[in-house]
């Protein structure tokens, strides 16, 4: 196994084997290898665990699911609070983890700790907050009484691009809840994953309330999980394609589902928006995670008043993005997170510029190894472009200008995705008017940045089915029961 000096302490610290009652490789032995998308090594193996591997976390968040219902919210709350303070204790491995599974650069590594810690917080808060009301019927006659249950074990399956920030945002409300679960990272990256549930068993949570499955067969381990009646629930994040087949699988059970899946984000600026503020927030929009984000902005959609001022000044600073070895502190844009995402990248370039666009901005990438793009802007991107209709996951802008505000919205509005959407402009009355047009689940306005741990994250559309955060997201792993007596 080859492995890289920078790193090695934390990767030494990641549990052999997937969460039941201790921590066990899988029943045959089998692993898979983890790469590192800046070097293009094998950095780590994991246990590939298969139909019968899944089966027995799910007999032990069964087992575990009682036991964890009948727990006072209290109790739940302290093993989230010392979940979020051994999170910050092992900021740095974890960040280090994050930066060699997914190619992020350190900095950004570091703020996605923080951002799945402050999930594990805000849920620890949320977990004593009562749910249940009470009240009388509309005939005066009868008394009505609602308590939350949690829904029963879960199946969690989360994507490469924000791995532990996605299993945080779906384990703390389980978790708070009363649900036991069972996670199954993505293939890229179970590293973070493994020790985040260690964290989680440290921090006084029983055995059986999460177990983490790695695996290299999702669809092995999936379909045995969903097809087993003890399985109450299935929360999903990735791909539209994907969270299409995990609905039809759970629907032939009528299982609770929540899925968060792919977007288009359109950008729009108007011609009076503040051009600093349209380039800054344009930068975050598009730039968070290097691009590889479901609410990174897909398509940025310019007023012809400002199109040449901004996208001037949006080339040059997206052409002197440094980009390099994402565990060096300066560098800005690490690699994606393996070839078949650079393939896509180029695929969609090359098609928009065949089909007419012009690229005005590109900045240099390292030789050698590595999953490296080009931060890269691409202006005229004519209407029958792939890059409008697929994510392009990637530094990649591309750039339509357009006449009236009517053609903005209906321009933003052409796709089948409705995750995020992003306002920019500085008249407050055209802003209300454009946000309630736009079907999206979520609406930056004169910001690029929507996620919040107190905020309803999802989507409309294909975009997805319920929402994680704030309040909405606990209530995605309870059930309502109904108690009906005479008025007191
Ligand atoms: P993906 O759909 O390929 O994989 C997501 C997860 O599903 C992984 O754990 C994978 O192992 C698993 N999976 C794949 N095929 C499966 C199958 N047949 N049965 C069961 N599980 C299966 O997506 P990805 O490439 O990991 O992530 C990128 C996608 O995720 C993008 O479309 C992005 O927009 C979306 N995403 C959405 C959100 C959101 O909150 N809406 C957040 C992050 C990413």
Redesign the pocket.
């Known amino acids: 196994m080859t492995t890289i000096a920078w790193g090695t302490d934390a990767l030494q610290s990641v549990p052999a084997g997937f969460l039941t009652t201790d921590w066990r490789p899988a029943s045959t032995g089998a692993t898979f290898e983890v790469f590192d998308p800046a070097t293009e090594e094998p950095i780590a193996s994991v246990p590939d665990c298969g139909p019968a591997d899944a089966l027995a976390a799910l007999d032990a968040a069964a087992e575990a699911a009682p036991v964890w219902a009948r727990t006072t919210l209290r109790e739940r709350a302290d093993v989230l609070h010392r979940l979020y303070d051994a999170m910050l204790a092992d900021k740095e491995r974890l960040a280090q983890l994050l930066t060699l599974e997914v190619g992020k650069t350190i900095t950004e590594a570091r703020g996605e700790v923080l951002y799945a810690a402050d999930y594990v917080r805000w849920y620890a808060e949320e977990a004593v907050r009562p749910h249940g009301r009470s009240t009388v019927a509309p005939n005066g006659q009868h008394h009505i009484v609602t308590v939350a249950e949690p829904v029963g074990p879960c199946l969690l ?6 791995p532990l920030a ?1 299993a945080a945002r779906k384990v703390a409300p389980a978790v708070a809840a009363g649900c036991t679960a069972v996670l ?4 890229l990256t179970p590293l973070t994953s493994l020790v985040f549930g260690e964290l989680l068993l440290r921090a006084g949570a029983p055995p059986g309330v999460l177990s983490v499955v790695t695996t290299s067969r ?2 092995e381990v ?1 379909g045995p999980l969903l097809a087993d009646p003890r399985l109450r629930k299935v929360s999903f ?3 539209t394609d ?1 969270g299409r ?2 609905l039809e699988q759970s629907g032939r059970r009528v299982l609770r589902t929540s899925m ?4 288009n984000a359109p950008f729009l600026v108007f011609d009076d928006a503040d051009a600093e503020v349209a380039v800054r927030e344009a930068m975050i929009a598009k730039m968070r995670l290097g691009g590889q984000s ?1 609410v990174a902005a897909n398509r940025f959609l310019v007023a012809d008043g400002i199109a040449d001022a901004f996208v001037g000044a949006f080339a040059e600073r997206m052409a002197a993005i440094v980009v390099g070895p994402p565990g060096h502190e300066d560098t800005e844009l690490g690699p994606l997170v393996d070839h078949r995402a650079v393939e896509k990248v180029h695929r969609l370039v090359d098609d928009a510029v065949a089909k007419g666009a012009v690229v005005v901005a590109q900045a240099p990438i390292p030789d050698g190894p590595g999953h490296y793009v080009a931060p890269t802007v691409i202006d005229h991107v004519p209407a029958d472009a792939d890059i409008l209709r697929e ?1 392009v ?1 990637g530094p990649v802008a591309a750039i339509r200008r357009f006449g009236t505000e009517a053609e903005a919205v209906a321009a933003g509005n052409d796709s089948e995705h409705g ?1 995020a959407a992003y306002v920019i402009s500085r008249d407050a009355e055209r802003v209300r008017r454009v946000a309630a047009g736009l079907q999206s689940g979520m609406v930056g306005i004169n910001r690029g940045l929507v996620s919040d741990v107190a905020a309803p ?1 999802g ?1 409309v559309k294909q ?2 089915l319920g929402r994680e955060g704030g309040p909405e997201g606990l209530h995605e792993y309870l059930q309502f029961k109904y108690l009906s007596s005479p008025a007191f």
């Open positions: 399956i989360t994507p490469w691009n924000v996605m199954k990272p993505a293939e999702p669809a999936s994040t990735g791909s994907v087949m995990l968060e899946l792919g977007g479901c994510e996951f995750l994250f989507g975009s997805g």
